[in-house]
């Protein structure tokens, strides 16, 4: 069993500041930040799909490109990445792209989550890569009603 950290609490504040941030652009509230090796925050990001008319511009992605272009490498070796929701296959697959050693997430996604909840992509051991250490549910009830308060005001 994984113990959270208050290190993992904070950095999971710090996602949902980029989260909320995402309202402004009637975006899914998602933030993510991703972390080096010392705990630094190296890249942010929010959903930006409807501010930027871009499919793949989910927060996990925002932060990995920020993350890289301040290392000036794709490779996140030793870095973890901490987003409100549990990650989309897309995001997974970026995740597993960057060589992210762990990934900590807030609320569960039980219709697209894949790092547990549908399919557990992050952890697959078919594939070349894997996340080492996987975090959920990390201020789970504050990350999701974030979530249920901007969808339920849209029905």
Known sequence: MTTVTES???????????????????DVPVGAIVLDEAGAIIGRGRNEREKGADPTAHAEVVALRQAAASRGDWQLSGCTL?????????CAGAILAARIDRVVFGAWDEKAGAAGSVVDLL?????????????????????????AAFFSARR
């Open 123 to 147: 952890r697959e051991r078919r594939l070349p890569h894997r996340v080492g250490e996987v975090v959920g549910g990390v201020d789970e009830q504050e990350c999701a009603s974030l979530l």
């Open 8 to 26: 993992d609490r904070a950095a999971m504040a710090a996602a949902l500041v980029e989260a909320r941030a995402a309202l402004a652009s009637d």
């Open 82 to 90: 901490v987003v409100t929701l549990e990650p989309c296959v897309l």
